[in-house]
């Protein structure tokens, strides 16, 4: 492969075939000019972008280097942590993201992320990496990074493992969660504990509750005498899932059936037991 284009210091661009690539590595073009042949014992990651190679190209030439490097770095130990391997474009959307984030930081700019909660409580293990990186950028640039970051960081990352769906369908679905979760908290005059095992359960089920109704995909039925029980019984929860029910249907159209409002008040009758 021969460098047809320099991006930075630790990337080129090479023409393999008729297909152009993306090469980095740490100082791959240090002394280098075009036409030179790429040193293969510095090649670290080879993209193939297709759709978005000049969007990328224009990134690895204007950013500045250390944060390109830190990104990279984030993006490897999230493939390794979680075990997968995460969509192409996380090298655009998350690089773009940190070095913003890290220059916003540096401006004396606050970071706030009013869905954490529930971030925290979705994408677990996105999460903890999303903390890993913090730590690291708190390392490298001398700044102090606030957790409402990692929130950020754990978004993007959960959006690139494939077939996870896109950043604007997570952004949605969580934004919908921390409604519902917000009618429940008032309806019941409780502040709920994100750490506990049943708040977690019920954010689990609340996210696969609405990607079925957005991809219209069937619910499980129940059985209508375990939902009158439900209904009779835990009064109090059922009035609050009906509630998040009626706003979900006026605010965004979307309309759970009342077999899957008797297992969401299942969920809010184990956090009032607990709170209780």
């Given at each position: 492969m021969k460098i047809s284009?320099?991006?930075?210091?630790?990337?080129?661009?090479?023409?393999?075939?008729?297909?152009?690539?993306?090469?980095?590595?740490?100082?791959?073009?240090?002394?280098?000019?075009?036409?030179?042949?790429?040193?293969?014992?510095?090649?670290?990651?080879?993209?193939?972008?297709?759709?978005?190679?000049?969007?990328?190209?224009?990134?690895?030439?204007?950013?500045?280097?250390?944060?390109?490097?830190?990104?990279?770095?984030?993006?490897?130990?999230?493939?390794?942590?979680?075990?997968?391997?995460?969509?192409?474009?996380?090298?655009?959307?998350?690089?773009?993201?940190?070095?913003?984030?890290?220059?916003?930081?540096?401006?004396?700019?606050?970071?706030?992320?009013?869905?954490?909660?529930?971030?925290?409580?979705?994408?677990?293990?996105?999460?903890?990496?999303?903390?890993?990186?913090?730590?690291?950028?708190?390392?490298?640039?001398?700044?102090?990074?606030?957790?409402?970051?990692?929130?950020?960081?754990?978004?993007?990352?959960?959006t690139a493992k494939m077939n996870a769906g896109n950043m604007m369908e997570a952004l949605n679905i969580t934004t919908m969660i921390s409604e519902m979760i917000e009618i429940l908290q008032n309806e019941c005059d409780i502040m709920l504990e994100d750490h506990t095992i049943s708040y977690q359960r019920l954010l689990t089920h609340l996210r696969f509750a609405l990607q079925r109704v957005e991809r219209k995909e069937p619910f499980h039925d129940m059985d209508v005498e375990m939902l009158q029980m439900i209904k009779e019984k835990y009064s109090a929860a059922f009035r609050c899932a009906s509630k998040m029910a009626a706003f979900m249907k006026s605010e965004y159209a979307l309309i759970f059936p009342e077999s899957e409002l008797g297992y969401i008040s299942l969920h809010i009758q184990r956090i009032l037991t607990h709170h209780n």
């Amino acid at each position: 492969m021969k460098i047809s284009k320099i991006l930075n210091n630790n990337a080129v661009v090479v023409k393999d075939g008729k297909e152009e690539k993306i090469v980095m590595g740490p100082g791959i073009a240090f002394q280098k000019r075009k036409n030179d042949p790429v040193p293969q014992a510095k090649i670290e990651k080879v993209f193939v972008m297709r759709d978005e190679s000049e969007k990328f190209q224009e990134l690895l030439r204007t950013l500045p280097e250390e944060h390109i490097e830190i990104a990279e770095e984030v993006i490897s130990y999230a493939e390794e942590k979680l075990g997968v391997e995460l969509n192409q474009h996380i090298h655009i959307a998350l690089t773009d993201h940190m070095s913003f984030a890290i220059e916003r930081i540096e401006g004396g700019i606050d970071i706030q992320n009013k869905l954490l909660n529930e971030i925290r409580g979705l994408y677990q293990d996105e999460f903890q990496v999303g903390l890993w990186a913090v730590k690291r950028i708190e390392e490298r640039f001398g700044i102090n990074v606030p957790e409402d970051e990692a929130g950020y960081i754990a978004l993007h990352i959960h959006t690139a493992k494939m077939n996870a769906g896109n950043m604007m369908e997570a952004l949605n679905i969580t934004t919908m969660i921390s409604e519902m979760i917000e009618i429940l908290q008032n309806e019941c005059d409780i502040m709920l504990e994100d750490h506990t095992i049943s708040y977690q359960r019920l954010l689990t089920h609340l996210r696969f509750a609405l990607q079925r109704v957005e991809r219209k995909e069937p619910f499980h039925d129940m059985d209508v005498e375990m939902l009158q029980m439900i209904k009779e019984k835990y009064s109090a929860a059922f009035r609050c899932a009906s509630k998040m029910a009626a706003f979900m249907k006026s605010e965004y159209a979307l309309i759970f059936p009342e077999s899957e409002l008797g297992y969401i008040s299942l969920h809010i009758q184990r956090i009032l037991t607990h709170h209780n």
